[in-house]
T-cell receptor, first 112, second 114 residues
């Protein structure tokens, strides 16, 4: 059964810092991994999708890496801004590739 | 244009009632999903559905049933509501299955059962 964990559970940084969020999954036979952000009281916004054949994806100040063999992904945020404050979730397909299993999220606060 | 929309945004009802939440996507996607986010903010899949198959998470009570009048809609019906059903319910969609394609989420419906 696929399980996803995220470390840290919460993170508070001053504006301008670079930071790394971590995602771990137990079954490395995944098709892809997706990073989302969720603002309080809002839905999820897709940030990056990494296919299993890729090692990283970049979008603006965001860079996500994937190491299937070790069951890990990281989301790197460069030059953080207060607007980056949100909960960040990673998700992978389950063992059947049909449904997504989400991590518990990392709650990020970027202080001005 | 809203990609994935849900109605209502808030739903307050009493135990034992039957309610529905509607979901529509205008992305032309083939697969739609329902998720439940509980008070601890943990997001869990309930159903995934395309025009060929319905996949049900085995932990979902049979009081919950998805109904799809067409490819663009997947509504969630809940019978005999219980206090523990209080949560935020998210609809999502993707092209084909989730194996290769991004999921797009609706804004959520906050259900409160009193």
């Amino acid at each position: 059964k696929q399980e996803v964990t995220q470390i840290p559970a919460a993170l508070s940084v001053p504006e301008g810092e670079n930071l790394v969020l971590n995602c771990s999954f137990t079954d490395s036979a995944i098709y892809n991994l997706q990073w989302f952000r969720q603002d309080p009281g809002k839905g999820l916004t897709s940030l990056l999708l990494i296919q299993s054949s890729q090692r990283e994806q970049t979008s603006g100040r965001l860079n996500a890496s994937l190491d299937k063999s070790s069951g890990r992904s990281t989301l790197y945020i460069a030059a953080s801004q207060p607007g980056d404050s949100a909960t960040y979730l990673c998700a992978v397909p389950d063992n059947y590739g049909q449904n997504f299993v989400f991590g518990p999220g990392t709650r990020l606060s970027v202080l001005p | 244009d809203t990609a994935v929309s849900q109605t209502p945004k808030y739903l307050v009802t009493q135990m034992g009632n039957d309610k529905s939440i509607k979901c529509e996507q205008n992305l032309g996607h083939d697969t739609m999903y329902w998720y439940k986010q509980d008070s601890k903010k943990f997001l869990k899949i309930m159903f995934s559905y395309n025009n060929k198959e319905l996949i049900i998470n085995e932990t979902v009570p049979n009081r919950f049933s998805p109904k799809s009048p067409d490819k663009a809609h997947l509504n969630l019906h809940i019978n005999s509501l219980e206090l523990g059903d209080s949560a935020v319910y998210f609809c999502a969609s993707s092209r084909f299955t989730g194996r290769f394609h991004e999921q797009y989420f609706g804004p959520g419906t906050r259900l409160t059962v009193t």
